[in-house]
Each structure stands twice: as structure tokens, then as C-alpha cells.
């Protein structure tokens, strides 16, 4: 059993840091996104180095205080927010935003953890380099945030999840150690990573300080087009002549329903469509050229060898940046039209990518028996995550369909998970998604994950109720 926060452990932090270290709990501390947790008290400290980290983490653990990591507070499934129970302190990364080192001709960049993931990308950039993690959050998310939780983004078809872009981890562990692990090296086989064990783990392991990130050269042009595609297997099939024709070059190819369409110009944001009728599908395709290749006539190639196949019947190729820009804002402005209009259960699943299309089609079917719903199908299909969100009809609330939600989330998730895939793709697990994993989990899996948390956190101070329970 944890306890709360005393007025002896109050006495003894703010002893030993400065006054800057200590913010006011605003309610941005105890909301996520979504809206679906609402935390309670908390005392809140925002360290701006790696040993006042290890100072807070060493306090909580002789005191029996659970900690709660916060980085920018975009997750999605609560891994940021503690409900109930012993009042914990909330440690934020805020203050830990700087650059430590850039090396150009390694390709690697050391930042701390409080680092906007925009600032990431920025720093990349004046050293003409890309660092390619990139999120519709990417303007408030921080890095130690994105490790945490592993996150994907629109370009791990090319350049993988978060985990595929760290080179190395500094952290606190439950103890208060800390873990020395900023390696810059590419090959280190000296036992076990201990940086694999950090990523993903969503706080409940230890606490991320700072990271060496991979960088990349940048490609010598870029460019994006919007295809109309006949349904998704015509799109998978188009993603597979893509790789044919460009390689390694394509870099992100997303799906797009014209439900996502129709939620736009129904609450908005308002954003250009470039077709004179909503398309039933598109996809929107970006490109990463190297040197002596151009963007727009290599989509122009690919746009004609799908034709020729029946692949595409419609199609966009941006003529500028700021057109591309401007496809990309219609994908980026989706998510936010999903909220406005509330979704009665929404859902990051992944599937193999050949079974995308099955998958669409058997969770329509298996839905449409339980009510009439509106379906938003859209994602990352490159890499098989589909963000697959279900919503009532017009004049209809999600309030409506409450007594549902339990039995939508099941059939979308047994089914995901009956086809060889995942009900958690890339948002995590947190407090939202703890009961999906003891249903759907490997036990032995499940098994090591437990006695991992219990020899590094015996105490269970870290991020207490989310992943790992029991």
C-alpha cells in the first residue's frame, strides 16, 4: 500500500530544491484529452536535472509515495493521470529541455526529456538533418513522453516507432539510481538493454531523463499526392507497387475514409478537400527522394502504373510544399473532428498488413448487428494500424449509446486480435487499456512483465495502476 504525500516529504523536497522546481497543480495536470480521467490532488514538481530527478525519486521511495511521470500530457489512454487513491507527487519534465549534444556526422542528438518533440525536429533541422518522429501533438508532446509510451507516428513505414529512433537512455530507476546509458554507439553487446526496458513501459519502470536519438540525412526533395482508390485492398495493393517503384523513398502512406471526409465538413476544422465529391477512400502518400529524383514525377509514375491496374481512379500530386503541407492537414485535422463529434468507442488496432481489408469488412458487419453507426476508418495502413472509431448518426450522442460502448470495444478488439493483431497499436496501454491486456495477453508475457516490475519497483511507487497489475 502506497501512502500519500506528507507534510514531512512536502518539507523535505522543497528543502533540497530551488523555489523554480515547485508549480501550482493546475487542472491541465489532471486531464487528459479525452476528457475520460479526471485526476485528484497531487504535489506537483518539475525538477530541471537529472539529479533533483533522482533527489524526488530517492524521497518517494523511503517515503512510500507513488509517482506519477508527466511529460506534455497528450496520451491518450491515462497513463498521465491518477483517478483515486494515496494522493502522489506528479513529476514533470517540463524544465529538462535542453539540447545537450548534436553530432552531425554520427547522426545523433542527445535531449532531454522535457523537450518538445517540434524542438527535436527543429534542432535536426540546423544541422540539415531529420529526426522523423512526427505526431499531430508533435507541438506540445516531449520526447520522454514519446519514448515512454513508444509512440508511432505517420513515418514508422520508413522509419520505425520511437523505440527504432534511441540510441541510447539516461533514466532514474525506482530507487533513485541512476541509469548512465547516453551511448552514441551503434553496436554494444554488453548483456542486457536495459534502454528496451524504459521505452514503452510508460513510467512504471523508472523515469526517462534524456535519450540519444537517431538522425537522418535529409532527403533531397519530398512531396505528397492524395490517390482515389476503388476500396482498401486496392490501397494495400497500390502501398505494394509504391515499394515496387520508390523503395525505400515512400515514407508515410495513410488511409482515408470519407466518413473522416464528411466529420470535417460537418464540425470542422475547415480544410480543403481537393475533390469536387468526398472519394469513398483515398490515401495520401509522401514521398522522401534522394538526389537526381523528383518528387512529383516519381508520383506521377506511380499514379500511372496504378491506373493502368485499375488501382487508382483520381489523384493530386502537390505542386509546392505549401500544397503538401495542405494534404497533410486534412490527415492531421481528422483526429480533431473525431472528438467534436464524440465517438461512442474508439480504437488503435494494428492487424497484419494483408489483412487490413478483412479486417474493415468484418468489423462493419459485426457492428451493424449491434446498431446502426457511423465508421471512421483511417490510419497508418503502411504498417497496419488502423484508427477504427465508431460514432452514432446524426442527431444521436454518444451519451446514447453508452450502454454499447463495452460490447463495441469487445467485438473490435477480439476481432484485432483474433486476426494476429493488436488492440494497442501505438497509444499504449496506461489505465485506459490495463484489463485489455490481462484479456488479450500472452500469460508468460504478461508473467515477466510482473516479476520485472516487482525487482525493479518492489514498492510499486511508479506510475501505480497503469500496465502492469497484480
Not at 524521497?59 to 491518450?76: D, E, H, N, Q, R
Request: negative net charge; contains cysteine.
Amino acid at each position: 500500500m502506497l501512502n500519500s504525500v506528507t507534510d514531512a516529504l512536502r518539507a523535505e523536497l522543497t528543502s533540497k530544491l530551488p523555489e523554480a522546481a515547485f508549480r501550482e497543480l493546475t487542472d491541465a495536470y489532471l486531464h487528459e484529452p479525452r476528457g475520460r480521467y479526471h485526476g485528484g490532488d497531487g504535489f506537483l514538481i518539475a525538477p530541471d536535472c537529472t539529479q533533483d530527478v533522482a533527489l524526488v525519486v530517492r524521497a518517494c521511495a523511503a517515503a512510500g509515495v507513488g509517482i506519477i511521470p508527466y511529460g506534455g500530457g497528450t496520451g491518450l489512454v491515462g497513463g498521465q493521470v491518477l483517478e483515486s487513491g494515496p494522493v502522489p507527487v506528479i513529476l514533470s519534465l517540463e524544465r529538462m529541455t535542453k539540447i545537450r549534444d548534436v553530432f552531425p556526422n554520427e547522426n545523433v542528438l542527445v535531449a532531454e526529456a522535457g523537450t518538445i518533440l517540434a524542438s527535436v525536429q527543429d534542432a535536426a533541422e540546423a544541422v540539415n538533418r531529420v529526426f522523423p518522429l512526427s505526431l499531430a501533438s508533435e507541438g506540445s508532446a516531449r520526447i520522454g513522453g514519446n519514448l515512454s509510451t513508444n509512440a508511432g507516428g505517420v513515418n514508422v513505414l520508413r522509419y520505425g516507432n520511437a523505440r527504432d529512433l534511441c540510441v541510447g537512455l539516461e533514466a532514474v530507476l525506482p530507487d533513485g539510481a541512476i541509469l548512465n546509458g547516453l551511448s552514441r554507439l551503434k553496436k554494444n553487446n554488453t548483456g542486457y538493454d536495459l534502454r528496451h526496458l524504459m521505452i514503452g513501459a510508460e513510467g512504471t519502470l523508472g523515469v526517462i531523463t534524456a535519450a540519444s536519438l537517431k538522425l537522418f540525412p535529409k532527403p533531397a526533395g519530398e512531396g505528397a499526392a492524395l490517390m482515389v482508390v476503388p476500396d482498401p485492398q486496392a490501397a494495400l495493393d497500390l502501398l505494394t507497387l509504391a515499394g515496387d517503384l520508390l523503395g525505400h523513398q515512400v515514407s508515410a502512406f495513410e488511409l482515408i475514409n470519407h466518413m473522416g471526409l464528411d466529420f470535417l465538413g460537418e464540425v470542422g476544422p475547415d480544410v480543403r478537400v481537393p475533390f469536387e465529391q468526398a472519394p469513398e477512400w483515398m490515401v495520401l502518400i509522401d514521398v522522401g527522394c534522394v538526389a537526381g529524383v523528383e518528387p512529383s514525377r516519381a508520383l506521377e509514375r506511380l499514379f500511372e502504373a496504378g491506373a493502368e491496374r485499375g488501382l487508382v481512379s483520381d489523384g493530386v500530386i502537390a505542386q509546392s510544399g505549401a500544397q503538401r503541407e495542405a494534404f497533410w492537414t486534412i490527415r492531421e485535422s481528422i483526429p480533431e473532428a473525431n472528438r467534436r463529434i464524440g465517438s461512442v468507442s474508439s480504437h488503435d488496432t494494428s492487424v497484419p498488413v494483408g489483412r487490413i481489408p478483412e479486417f474493415i469488412e468484418r468489423a462493419g458487419k459485426a457492428l451493424a448487428r449491434v446498431d446502426d453507426f457511423r465508421i471512421n476508418c483511417f490510419g497508418h495502413v503502411g504498417d497496419g494500424n488502423l484508427h477504427y472509431n465508431v460514432f452514432p448518426q446524426k442527431g444521436k450522442s454518444r451519451a446514447d449509446h453508452d450502454h454499447q460502448r463495452a460490447e463495441v470495444k469487445r467485438i473490435v478488439h477480439d476481432l484485432a486480435v483474433e486476426m494476429g493483431g493488436s488492440f494497442s497499436a501505438e497509444h499504449g496501454i496506461g489505465r485506459l487499456k490495463v484489463n485489455d491486456l490481462n484479456r488479450y495477453g500472452d500469460p508468460t508475457k504478461l508473467a515477466a512483465m510482473r516479476v520485472i516490475k516487482a525487482a525493479l519497483d518492489p514498492n510499486g511507487i511508479m506510475n501505480p495502476g497503469a500496465v502492469v497489475t497484480g
